[in-house]
């Protein structure tokens, strides 16, 4: 019973480098959402998924960009990353109101 | 908008006191409240939630907490803290035209010594 499966757990990245975080659940849910959370800072939504086939920004979407591949996986991409998007990055999913996380990645970028 | 504030950035309490983690909130429609617990390296954890059924939710672990409107709070107890209590704790609201998307507190880190 995997849950929420989040790829890669580390990474290391320099500055203006692209990368996809992946994200998968197993558990048959409608929406699913990305977070990252930073110190002294709790969680914050990046860009969320209401249903297959759609997506909507959260409260903080600069320099991110999803795509809900189909209903199981859930793609954050930094096109050009930046110091400032050094966090752990969450991804969790629902079919209503409670959210399973997955266990984060945790993304330095240099 | 819906948002909670979460008093207390760390909160220390001895083993088998009482635990109170405070959560204010602030929402112009009846709120949908959450209790996550993080542990260490780990993703969150819902312990409880509140969805106007009734105003004293118990959740996982011993944990329980009560909704007053008319103190707009939400906090969160257990009578006697276990030391595998220590982790990070989470106030949460559902978000408004965000379907069933949270905004989060900043977290009260709870240390329990023996």
């Known amino acids: 019973n995997a849950g929420v499966t989040q790829t890669p757990k580390f990474q290391v990245l320099k500055t203006g480098q692209s990368m996809t975080l992946q994200c998968a659940q197993d558990m048959n849910h409608n929406s699913m959402y990305w977070y990252r959370q930073d110190p002294g800072m709790g969680l914050r939504l990046i860009y969320y998924s209401a249903s297959e086939g759609t997506t909507d920004k959260g409260e903080v979407p600069n320099g991110y960009n999803v795509s809900r591949l189909n209903k199981r996986e859930f793609s954050l991409r930094l096109e050009s990353a930046a110091p400032s998007q050094t966090s752990v990055y969450f991804c969790?999913?629902?079919?209503?109101?409670?959210?399973?996380f997955g266990d984060g990645t945790r993304l330095s970028i240099l | 908008a819906q948002s909670v504030t979460q008093l207390g950035s760390h909160v220390s309490v001895s083993e088998g006191a009482l635990v109170l983690l405070r959560c204010n909130y602030s929402?112009?429609?009846?709120?949908?409240l959450f209790w996550y617990v993080q542990y260490p390296n780990q993703g969150l954890q819902l312990l409880l939630k509140?969805?106007?059924?009734?105003?004293l939710v118990k959740g996982i672990n011993g944990f329980e907490a009560e909704f007053k409107k008319s103190e707009t709070s939400f906090h969160l107890t257990k009578p006697s803290a276990h030391m595998s209590d220590a982790a990070e704790y989470f106030c949460?609201?559902?978000?408004?035209?965000?379907?069933?998307?949270?905004?989060f507190g900043k977290g009260t880190s709870l240390l329990v010594t023996p």
């Open positions: 509140y969805t106007s059924a009734a105003t």
């Open positions: 949460a609201v559902r978000a408004s035209n965000s379907g069933y998307a949270l905004n």
């Open positions: 929402s112009s429609v009846p709120p949908y």
């Open positions: 969790a999913s629902s079919l209503r109101d409670r959210q399973h």
